[in-house]
């Protein structure tokens, strides 16, 4: 049993920046692929970065690559998700999430375990 706690979540302007952490407790994150999703009102949950198992490779969708960075702190069983120049269809819940496979899905029902999500709110 993993159980994720996010926080960093906020209000900026557009064009600012936050940094979400997720943390683990039971299992340190080398044994899992981990990903963060984001869901806003009324629309489906969408994966937003990831790492495989390992963290050897990263993955982004199309519309934060560029401005959003993850990484992990193994040490601390710390994931990070470094937002810069935010804009407000970047508002929205944010979760990290972690599966038991090699690859961080994009396919929000194949993750195992999930935070309860912190709220990220950028205005125009």
């Known amino acids: 049993q993993v159980h994720l706690e996010e926080s960093g979540g906020g209000l900026v302007q557009a064009g600012g920046s936050l940094r979400l952490s997720c943390t683990a407790s039971g299992r340190t994150f080398s044994n899992y692929a981990m990903g963060w999703f984001r869901q806003a009102p009324g629309k489906e949950r969408e994966f937003v970065a990831g790492?495989?198992?390992?963290?050897?490779?990263?993955y982004y969708a199309d519309s934060v690559k560029g401005r959003f960075i993850i990484s992990r702190d193994n040490a601390k069983i710390t994931i990070f998700l470094q937002m810069n120049n935010l804009q407000p269809e970047d508002t929205a819940v944010y979760y990290c999430a972690a599966t038991g496979g090699y690859y961080a899905t994009r396919k929000f029902d194949e993750y195992d375990y999930w935070g309860q999500g912190t709220q990220v709110t950028v205005s125009s």
């Open positions: 790492f495989t198992r390992g963290g050897e490779n990263t």
